[in-house]
């Protein structure tokens, strides 16, 4: 009897010009560990420098969870959950790691956390009408720290972005929608293929003026978006402090005890 073939943590796969990448991990809600990331990380890198792809799709496997952020076990491994050879690309290997190509996220179920973040770092948004988008780090102890606070307020009006921020409550799609945050609703069929129907709508462009257009528009030089430095510089700080605060620490245990958590203030 031989052993089951083990899944690759990222499908990879080519529909027509446009690149799809499926966080293939459902039985951890696509969680993101080490494997995500390089496998991501690296499918991105090979869309950038492959002149016939002309636009990525990111969505996740199953129906229940698009990304549901950081995968909490392999932390408590200790381990890595970045590229290990290009910690540069941020987490999921997605987050700070521009292209020039257009980028669509096909949300097919709950997003919260590093699930937002990953579609707040994304061009393009389709989402399932049953999908939900949010920032619940304040009830852990912790900040959204993968672009997730700054983006957030660059990308919602700013009273709209700071109750998400301090509450730590979920937006469903249909308010994402209406906030301007996410770009489609879909009621009836695939997300995929709402995703690869707007994609569509792209790639019959010229591709070299959609790529001048997206780093013009996100104010790109050299590969980094030069108005979010500040802005990561500012999160990896706070985060250096919060880290090491009881609250942090009691954040997680008290998720994981399945009770309100106790918070200290320090």
């Known amino acids: 009897m031989t052993d089951p073939v083990e899944q690759p943590a990222v499908l ?15 039985e951890a809600r696509n969680a993101i560990n080490a494997a995500v990331s390089i496998g991501l990380g690296e ?12 636009a990525v799709v990111i969505t996740g496997a199953g129906d229940k969870s ?9 932390i408590a491994r200790r381990e890595n959950i970045y590229h290990p ?11 700070q790691h521009f292209i020039d190509k257009p980028t669509i996220a096909a949300v097919n179920g709950t997003a919260l956390g590093g ?15 049953f999908a939900k988008f949010g920032l619940p780090e304040v009830k852990r102890g912790l900040v959204a720290a993968a672009g997730g606070v700054f983006r957030i307020m660059n990308q919602l009006p700013r009273k709209v972005a700071m109750e998400l921020l301090m509450t730590g409550e979920p ?7 209406e906030w301007g945050l996410i770009n489609q609703v879909v009621k009836e069929g695939s997300v995929l293929d709402a995703a690869l129907a707007l994609a569509a709508r792209v790639t019959v462009n010229a591709p070299l003026s959609v790529q001048a257009s997206k780093r013009i528009a996100y104010g790109v030089d050299d590969g980094v978006i ?21 609250d ?6 008290a998720f994981a005890e399945k009770r309100e958590p106790v918070w200290k203030a320090r």
Not at 13 to 26: A, D, K, M, Y
Not at 85 to 95: K, L
């Open 12 to 26: 990879v796969e080519r529909s027509g010009n446009v690149l799809i990448l499926t966080i293939n991990r459902p």
């Open 171 to 177: 937006l469903t799609a249909n308010d994402a929608w």
């Open 85 to 95: 050879d290009h910690p540069e690309w941020g987490f999921a290997g997605y987050v």
């Open 248 to 253: 942090a620490r009691e954040g997680p245990i």
């Open 226 to 246: 030069t108005d979010e430095v500040v802005g990561w510089e500012r999160t990896m700080n706070e985060m250096r402090t919060l880290i090491r605060s009881e």
């Open 66 to 74: 698009f990304c549901a952020g950081a995968d909490l076990k392999a």
């Open 115 to 129: 699930g937002t973040e990953l579609a707040l770092a994304s061009d393009l948004v389709v989402a399932h009408e």
């Open 43 to 54: 499918a991105l890198d090979q869309a950038q420098n492959d002149p016939e792809v002309r």
